[in-house]
């Protein structure tokens, strides 16, 4: 007798007769990834609303569920961060915000910076899929000893990013519907910074089980390293290319 490590119950053959999981799940690698990408864009009612509700009510212990096996309701990460991804671009770029109000104005007259301000705006999708990698090496580094590998660190915080893209999509109308003021956008923009801050405290709280002191000191020092390779990155980017 096999036991779904879904729902527990046992069963024989090669997919569980209750939820429909595969008998055997094998612990996620770099092939998993590929393999998201190949099935869940193809499966968009393939528990997309159950997964969003899991992230806003439980997303640590959610996302540790999915690690762990229990995968049979949920919306495949990598997958739904594109899509999500792709909504949020078409959604900025079809009410016309312009979220760099403040650096385009200063730096205006920079034609280098204004061709990296145009590369990101242009490319989000692939700006994303670069950020999450550094993001799950900086996490991976400093929560290593809790024994997840790179690839269920990119899992994790693929769920954790579409989860903040679905909160900056929000976003995105309350920008649309107020004035155009330097002031009032720099205030919501900060807002959004500290939500964005909150939830991956939030998150990482739940899926890592840590006090919290040193949960806080470990999420500052992966975010403090996810921002200086990011950095470094687009100084590169700026200054060689």
């Known amino acids: 007798m096999i036991i779904c490590k879904n729902c527990h119950n046992r069963f024989q053959g090669n997919y569980c007769n209750r939820c429909g999981q595969k008998s055997t799940v094998k612990r ?19 528990g997309l609303f159950f997964t969003i509700r899991e992230l806003f009510t439980r997303p640590g212990y959610a996302i540790k569920d999915y690690i762990v096996g229990k995968r049979v309701r949920y919306f495949m990460p990598v997958s739904m961060l594109i899509l999500l991804s792709t909504i949020y671009s078409f959604l900025y770029h079809y009410l016309e915000i312009d979220l760099f109000f403040q650096s385009t104005n200063k730096f205006g007259d920079d034609e280098k910076y204004m061709q990296l301000v145009q590369s990101l705006d242009g490319n989000y999708v692939y ?3 670069m950020s999450l990698h550094i993001f799950s090496f900086s996490s991976w580094l400093l929560f290593r000893k809790k024994g997840f590998n790179f690839s269920e660190h990119f899992v994790l915080n693929s769920y954790a990013a579409s989860q903040r893209l679905i909160f900056h999509t929000i976003t995105l109308s309350i920008l649309y519907v107020v004035p155009e003021e330097p002031q009032i956008r720099q205030l919501i923009t ?13 998150c990482y709280f739940q899926f890592f089980n840590l006090k919290i002191i040193p949960l806080l000191v470990r999420t500052a020092l992966s975010l403090l390293l996810s921002y200086i390779i990011l950095t470094i990155s687009i100084a590169i980017f ?3 290319i």
């Open 28 to 46: 996620i690698h770099r092939g998993f990834i590929f393999n998201d990408l190949q099935l869940g864009l193809f499966n968009i009612d393939s």
């Open 127 to 129: 700006y994303i899929l």
């Open 190 to 202: 900060r807002i959004q910074l500290i939500v964005d801050i909150s939830l991956i405290v939030w």
């Open 238 to 240: 700026y200054y060689v």
